[in-house]
């Protein structure tokens, strides 16, 4: 009844929704994980609107970053910030292996794409469970890797770097500032992952955008 491109056109806006339905959902279960899924795709805006670039290439480029993740931690287990933003980065790459094999097709991917990459526009400021030791261990652990006790400390040093780069040359104050807010919404949002109860309620979630990237 359909020709090739129209079964092609049909299914893809299908799968597209169904990761836009899935992404919401997972707004609403994890704003955490939302945030590193949608900064993931934030972040790759420069890469995808760039015509200069071949988009078999930049498939080969984002390709290479989940390679890349995989090989530095080949022998640990992968965390949980680095899956979602592996996901972030497989829906990225269905979107422009969908984009170079039927422009039309991508059309829903495009839109799936714009409303996922408002949510990594920031994230939340410092609360007050940051200024105390956190409730998990694994937390505390990572916190003491950095020697110190609370989310707010680790915050605290971010900024104090920040503040030494501004007295440097301008350009590198100029940088400085574009990401400092960046960093500090990231590490918020990688530490509030850290939540192991709260991640059995979302991963499902996250799980099933991954098999619609697969």
């Known amino acids: 009844m359909f020709g090739r491109k129209a079964r092609i056109r049909i299914a893809a806006v299908h799968n597209a ?10 707004t609403s279960l994890s704003p955490a994980a939302a945030y590193v899924f949608g900064r993931t795709a934030f972040n790759a805006r420069e890469l995808l609107l760039t015509s200069l670039i071949q988009v078999s290439m930049k498939i080969s480029r984002i390709e290479a970053e989940i390679s890349d993740s995989a090989n530095r931690r080949q022998d640990q287990k992968v965390s949980v910030g680095q899956y979602v ?55 505390t652990e990572i916190l003491k890797s950095q020697g110190c006790l609370t989310i707010a400390e680790v915050v605290g040093k971010i900024r104090t770097e920040h503040e030494t780069l501004q007295g440097s040359s301008q350009e590198v104050a100029l940088r400085a500032d574009e990401s400092i807010n960046e ?8 530490y509030d992952l850290q939540d192991a109860p709260a991640v059995a309620s979302w991963k499902p979630t996250l799980d099933l955008i991954d098999s619609l990237v697969a």
Request: proline letters at 4%.
């Open 17 to 26: 929704t169904q990761i836009h339905l899935a992404f919401d959902k997972l």
């Open 85 to 139: 933003t592996n996901v972030a980065l497989r829906f990225i790459v269905k979107y422009l292996q969908t984009k170079q094999l039927d422009e039309e097709a991508s059309w829903g991917y495009a839109t799936a794409y714009s409303h996922i990459a408002k949510y990594g526009a920031s994230y939340r400021d410092l609360l007050p469970r940051d200024y105390n030791p956190p409730k998990y261990t694994q937390t």
């Open 183 to 190: 960093t500090i919404w990231t590490t918020l949002a990688v």
